[in-house]
């Protein structure tokens, strides 16, 4: 076969036919080609990566292998047999097993009763849950996939989420197993987890494919992997045989700068200075134990951290809206002057009034409203300023001509103002978020996570503005768990664990060994590189490459 | 649950007062009398839990049963059997359903929308076809003889009246009731044994609280939600049909009076389970039976008045809709016409 997408893959058998072909496949929503003449190989017993940016059509190519869409024209062969995929029953039949990005579970339901919804064996539940529980307990014991099989969904974690998915496809007999970006919600130890799985899942003789946007994930799991963009499968390699790089610039279709290029900072006077920041939730739970650090002007302070260790609470305080009942204590002083804590003037309003602009950490819930539209969302927090009003009322016109030119300035698109912000992908909700709080020339800027769940054309364009902006004179706060990120950025690294700053480094004078222990909390003086004593998921390997 | 167990005390703590101050027949009478207004109501509220567990709200529940009501009075009068008029009861109440299935599901539309709307239509067509029909004002005929459900008396029941306590027990308050008093009450143990037992049950409390998990796992989510909208059609027309020819004999203008929306509070004040159901419309028939026997229930200290004897149902139903029963959640996909992602 000289099919585009034919390999043999990483993995031995060449001889037997492809667990999955797609010949031409093309999908059109109205007049989106979503999918345009894709074809594409993946052999037995190999793990195959789809990359590309968000919007490439991956989401729509594996909707299709599942039975959610008809394509427009194209075959599909599963283990060398045409079939026609007409709805998800036909798939699960075929042994193609998907994992969602966003779970498909029922969250007041036991792991069991998830697991045999829609493949029970009879009108009965009980016979039905005795089996599972049965075919349960080898699965775990065959691939790690522990799970309590009578504990309620919302009561696990969301890795352990995810094993309930992979369960479902193996209870389904899954051969083919397909995971849409997996790691997007996990933290580093439950990716690394997840990992391992798939390999002992691969070495079963299972065929996985996995869909991301994450070079590091393709390069270290992936036997082969095939590129898309834009709606078209541009390449198929042999991991082996490619590079990150390379893989970036298929992805966009130009060079990328994995690096951010930047001139060394000149850091002028503080701008923030945060002593023995102390929180106490609602729970009484201590969540910063003596935050103290300063961010001076002309210079951005990176934060890394495994989530959950502070950095939203962090967030928050600065941002001026500390969670309900907690208490705060120390001092923030802005350009010198405290900022109020708690009480009066502790409102976000007031923080912006004092120069304080914010990238909040979830867009979604805290950046946008995702049912107003773009225009509305550029204004907001800035609705009243003197130049958007006409007496007491709003000037619309303005408001929206401000917001056409900062979508033009930031490229977000479509570029149409009207449009409602849930309406845009990831990276251009993104932009719009960003967009609102640079043009207003902040002299400190908060921002976190900027690039959760944005794609790499969006990454490179976000990370240049927030250079320009240090570059500007502004002192910028960058919170991240994304290593590469925070390593390119900043020009100091702060690690957070367990509510305290466990030290501070340069990034061109440390590791990524050295931070992921700090992340771990393990501290200096125990600090000796290379010992047995690093723990799952920031283990070397696991760390972005090129950063180290 | 705090101001729910307190309503249950206060309710235990009346009844004993009415067992002091009348006596243990008048408090027998207030009970079986109870259990006769329970039943529209626990028929209703089940119908709604089916609904509503599979993710379609539906305040048509009041509508449903007027309908049913008429066509059931209505066909009872014609051909004088009160099974006929059963099923021309379910046909009306079921057609409801239909118009609000295809509004909802196929077509997606608002669930509120649509059962306000059959709330009123409801409302208006029974009195139009009723004065079209039979020139009364819009009410049908009485019903007599075999046009209505008749008590049916429990086997040995007659045998049993004199052993103490269950003699009572079986005697008075089980027996003598309709054929449909045993029929809502059988409902209970198997909506949950269908619920939580069977494989249809699993999946229409997935398709309630997350419709995708069960597209997913390939099943037809717009087919479970219509066989769940069709079975809330048939328990609402058993209701209305014993409404009209059972409890009462004969179609009367909104002879409902609420009772759709006092289901609906007593499916809240239940968090959507079978049981709890039960316990919660026994209440409101309870309050309704007190309000009925002692108009002018004297406490001793004070009387209360008839105006306040009546309105208790309703004041009950405002506490718990307000939210005074501790958190009820409803299904999470309540309410959410399902759209299937890209």
Not at chain 1, 1 to 30: C, V, W, Y
Not at chain 1, 68 to 89: M, R, T, W
Not at chain 1, 444 to 450: A, D, N, R, V
Not at chain 2, 206 to 227: C, H, K, M, Q, W
Request: with cysteine; net charge negative.
């Amino acid at each position: 076969m000289a099919a585009p997408g034919d390999m043999t893959g990483g993995r031995p058998d060449a001889a037997a036919p492809a667990a999955i072909e797609l010949r031409g496949i093309s999908k059109a929503f109205g007049p989106v080609q979503a999918n345009r003449d894709i074809s594409l190989s993946v052999p037995k017993g190999t793990i195959h990566g789809i990359i590309g940016e968000n919007g490439a059509g991956k989401s729509t190519l594996m909707s299709i292998l599942y039975g959610f869409y008809k394509p427009d024209e194209g075959e599909i062969l599963v283990n060398g047999q045409p079939i026609n995929i007409a709805d998800s029953q036909t798939a699960i039949r075929a042994g193609i097993g998907m994992v969602f990005q966003h779970f498909k579970l029922v969250q007041n339901f036991t792991v069991l009763e998830n697991i045999i919804l829609g493949v029970e064996d009879g009108a009965l539940l009980r016979p039905s849950l005795s089996k599972a529980r049965g075919v349960l307990k080898r699965l775990a014991a065959e691939y790690q996939l522990n799970v309590d099989p009578d504990e309620v969904i919302e009561n696990l974690s969301v890795g352990h989420q995810q094993r309930v998915e992979i369960l479902k496809a193996l209870y389904r007999q899954a051969d083919i197993l397909i995971l849409d970006e997996p790691t997007g919600v996990l933290t580093p130890a439950e990716a690394d987890h997840l990992f391992r799985i798939l390999e002992g899942l691969r070495d079963e003789g299972k065929t996985i494919i996995l869909i991301t946007h994450k070079l590091r994930e393709i390069m270290e799991i992936t036997d082969n992997v095939s590129v898309m963009r834009r709606g078209e499968m541009v390449a198929s390699v042999r991991t082996a045989e490619t590079s990150p790089e390379e893989l970036a610039e298929l992805m966009v279709g130009r060079k990328v700068l994995l690096n951010v290029s930047k001139a060394p900072a000149r850091p002028a006077a503080p701008v923030l200075e945060v002593r023995d920041l102390t929180m106490v939730d609602a729970d009484g739970v201590e969540r910063l134990r003596q935050v103290s650090f300063d961010i001076r002007a002309g210079e951005i302070l990176g934060i890394a951290g495994v989530s959950g260790n502070g950095q939203t609470q962090l967030l928050e305080i600065l941002g001026g809206y500390p969670e309900k009942g907690a208490r705060v204590s120390g001092e923030v002083r802005m350009n010198g002057a405290a900022l109020p804590l708690s009480g009066r003037g502790c409102d976000s309003r007031q923080r912006r009034r004092d120069g304080i602009g914010h990238i909040p950490e979830d867009r979604q819930v805290e950046g946008l409203i995702m049912d107003f539209a773009a225009w509305e969302n550029v204004a907001f927090g800035w609705h009243d300023a003197p130049e958007f009003s006409k007496g007491a009322l709003m000037d619309n016109d303005a408001i929206r001509r401000d917001a056409q030119a900062k979508m033009e300035r930031f490229d977000v698109r479509p570029r149409d103002c009207h449009l409602a912000a849930r309406n845009f992908s990831g990276g251009n909700q993104q932009k719009i978020v960003v967009a609102r709080e640079i043009e207003r020339n902040p002299d400190l800027l908060l921002i976190g996570q900027p690039t959760r769940g944005v794609d790499i054309g969006a990454i490179e364009f976000i990370h240049k503005r927030i250079v320009e902006l240090r570059d500007a004179g502004k002192a910028i706060l960058l919170v991240s768990v994304e290593l590469d990120e925070i390593l390119s950025l900043s020009d100091r690294v702060a690690v957070m664990f367990d509510g305290r700053i466990m030290g501070e480094r340069l990034p061109g004078q440390t590791t990524t060994g050295e931070l992921g222990l700090l992340m771990a909390g393990i501290t200096d003086t125990e600090n000796t590189p290379d010992s047995a004593g690093i723990p799952p998921g920031v283990t070397q390997d696991a760390l972005p490459e090129g950063s180290a | 649950m705090k101001l729910a167990d307190s309503l249950t005390a206060i309710l235990i703590l009346a009844i004993c007062q009415i067992w002091l101050i009348a006596d243990q027949s008048a408090a027998m009478q207030g009970i079986n009398s109870a259990i006769r207004l329970m039943t529209p109501l626990l028929l209703a509220c089940l119908a709604g839990l089916y609904s509503e567990r599979a993710g379609v709200f539906d305040i048509g529940l009041e509508g449903k049963m007027l309908m049913a009501a008429f066509t059931a009075a209505s066909v009872a009068f014609v051909t004088g059997s009160a099974w006929l008029g059963l099923i021309a009861g379910i046909a009306g109440a079921m057609a409801m359903s239909l118009v609000h299935g295809v509004a909802s599901i196929t077509f997606r539309g608002n669930q509120l929308i649509s059962g306000v709307a059959l709330n009123f239509l409801a409302a208006g067509l029974t009195v139009l076809i009723g004065q079209n029909a039979f020139s009364l004002g819009g009410r049908t005929p009485p019903l007599q003889g075999d046009a209505r459900f008749q008590p049916i008396t429990l086997p040995f029941a007659p045998e049993l009246r004199e052993v103490p306590l269950i003699g009572p027990l079986y005697s008075q308050l089980l027996s003598g009731h309709t054929i449909l008093v045993y029929v809502a009450l059988l409902a209970v143990p198997v909506t949950w044994w269908v619920l939580f037992r069977t494989r249809f049950g699993l999946r229409l409390r997935a398709v309630g609280e997350n419709p995708a998990s069960v597209d997913t796992a390939g099943i037809s989510v717009t087919r479970l939600r219509f066989t769940a909208v069709m079975i809330c059609g048939l328990l609402t027309g058993i209701a209305g049909a014993y409404l009209a020819t059972g409890l009462s004999a004969g179609f009367v203008k909104d002879m409902t009076a609420g009772r759709g929306f006092i289901a609906l509070a007593a499916l809240i004040f239940a968090k959507w389970r079978p049981w709890q159901a039960l316990f919660a419309t026994f209440l409101f028939g309870l309050l309704e039976a007190i309000a009925n026997l002692y108009p002018n229930l004297d406490l001793g200290l004070f009387t209360v008045p008839s105006q306040f004897m009546n309105a208790l149902p309703y004041i009950l139903t405002v506490i718990i809709l307000a939210g005074f029963v501790g958190r009820a959640i409803p299904p999470r996909a309540g309410g959410e016409p399902y759209v299937k992602e890209r």
